[in-house]
């Protein structure tokens, strides 16, 4: 049987994407559900199954030789198990046995979503060339993956480069995870929309209050919602000048929902910048935005599947 087709999930707090993927990164095939994130653990993977049956059920399907996952994390590639954050239902949830399970036991690849944004992007985005580099997932959460010596770096869990649960904010808010200050808890969709609506913005006419509603806001200059993305910025910019006086990134990659606020995100962010990453080997830190899209995730989870999970390879060694 000729194999040359992966299929992909991108499994965040807001949806579960699918898809089949072809070896040049090129989608041949979608289906998508909402993320019942609020909902028992049970209730999300059938929202997952539902998606994978679609594919499975594909004409295509015969030619699917693995799977490939990028969850919300953390994850724990080791075990094959899920923690998301904003997916209350999962905790150490089985995600790679079921998943196996529900298509016929092919090979499955479990990253976090931060580490497949970052395959994508090094494979065929903004970070393409970079021997050194860090991209994130700024939506519903904050995620984060490193590429280091031209080398996608997972980690034993499948988990480096997790940048949204750096704390920027030593006495700040408590985090979902348990930590206070962290770089999600700022940064996020959800929190860049609350901390604007605790500070006084008004939704216009339609009630729309998400990150995206803030960032018009923020461009026809309501201070409030000017003053949350700043804050966003500041936090962002923080947890990159972190990491880069860490391991020496030479590029900052940003994608994700939020990433979709242009200047109001970038602006701040790139002036925030200058005040953290103050050390002569990151003064040239790039920031830029990633090029892959909304479709980073299901090709980067293609890519992990490419490499079979194994850590150390790029994904356009692998799939290029």
Known sequence: MHTDLVAALDIGGTKIAGA???SSGRILLRAQRPTPA???GETVMRAAEAVLTELTTSSLWERAGAVGIGSAGPVDASAGTVSPVNVSGWRDFPLVERVRAATGGLPVALVGDGVAMTAAEHWQGAARGYDNALCLVVSTGVGGGLVLDG???TGPTGNAGHIGHISVDLDGDLCPCGSR???ERIASGPNIARRALDNGWQPGPDGDATAAAVASAARAGDP???ASFDRAAQALAAGIAATAT???IEIAVIGGGVAGAGDVLFTPLRRALRDYATLSF????TVAPALTGTDAGLVGAAAAATLGGRPGETAAAALG
Not at 282 to 285: A, G, K
Request: charged share 40%; net charge positive; hydrophobic share 50%.
């Open 20 to 22: 089949l993927v072809d």
């Open 38 to 40: 609020r909902e028992d």
């Open 151 to 153: 080398k996608l770096r």
């Open 181 to 183: 200050g962290c770089v």
């Open 224 to 226: 409030v919602a000017v």
């Open 246 to 248: 860490l391991v020496e």
């Open 282 to 285: 990151v003064r040239r830190l």
